[in-house]
Nanobody, 119 residues
């Protein structure tokens, strides 16, 4: 079973770019049929899918965040990264990374990291 761990800054200033990394252990991010996603949950709201990178390196994004988000991976470090530009206080949320096996839809999640946007 894979384990995931998010890392990155807890505080970002408005207009800055957020960069978060999800390190995967217990498996490889190139393992067949795995999709690696970023999801967030603003305070008092539901989960919002941000985007994903697949085991082939393809990326897909939530249309509402597409213009500001970019997901990449480093197979040598077995991690994938989210960059979210032009941050505003509305982007304040707990950010999660998750790995999903598309053959079974079994998912593993990181513990989440709080990101606050404030000057």
């Amino acid at each position: 079973q894979v384990q995931l761990q998010e890392s990155g800054p807890g505080l970002v200033k408005p207009s800055q770019t957020l960069s978060l990394t999800c390190t995967v252990s217990g498996g490889f991010i190139t393992t067949n049929y795995y999709y690696w996603s970023w999801i967030r949950q603003p305070p008092g709201k539901g989960l919002e899918w941000i985007g994903r990178v697949t085991y082939t390196g393809d990326t897909n994004y939530n249309p509402s965040l597409n213009s500001r988000s970019s997901i990449s991976w480093d197979t040598s470090k077995n991690h994938f990264t989210l960059q979210l530009s032009s941050m505003t206080p509305e982007d304040t949320a707990v950010y999660y990374c998750a790995g999903i096996v598309t053959t079974t839809w079994y998912s593993s999640w990181g513990q989440g990291t709080q990101v606050t946007v404030s000057s």
